[in-house]
């Protein structure tokens, strides 16, 4: 009986294995394709931008696309804490 227990309990152990997947860094899509950049990197028109749209504002997070014309993905918290994404380009004009 504690024979056949152990033999059950091997092969139920056996059964179980993990899915490894190798993932091709190609494979692996932002889903608005955009990188996270230093707030420090944004261009100086966007940060004028954003302080004399949002003038009590915090930047949060900065991020860019890297196409040839770049857009920047600001998100910034507001002087009542609310978060707010913003699109410019580099010229710091409002993107829709």
């Known amino acids: ?3 056949a227990i152990a033999t059950s309990v ?5 059964a179980i294995n993990p899915v490894e997947k190798t993932i091709n860094p ?19 028109p966007v940060v004028e ?3 004399k749209t949002y003038a009590e ?5 900065a991020f860019v696309t890297q196409t040839e014309k770049k857009i920047y ?4 918290v507001t002087a009542d804490q609310k978060e707010v994404t913003v699109l410019l380009n580099e010229k710091g004009e409002v993107v829709e």
């Open 1 to 3: 009986m504690i024979m």
């Open 10 to 14: 091997s092969f139920a152990t056996q």
């Open 26 to 44: 190609q494979e692996v899509v932002t889903q608005d394709e955009f990188v996270v950049i230093e707030v420090k990197d944004l261009p100086a």
């Open 49 to 51: 931008s954003i302080r």
């Open 57 to 61: 504002s915090v930047i949060k997070k």
């Open 73 to 76: 993905k600001v998100i910034i």
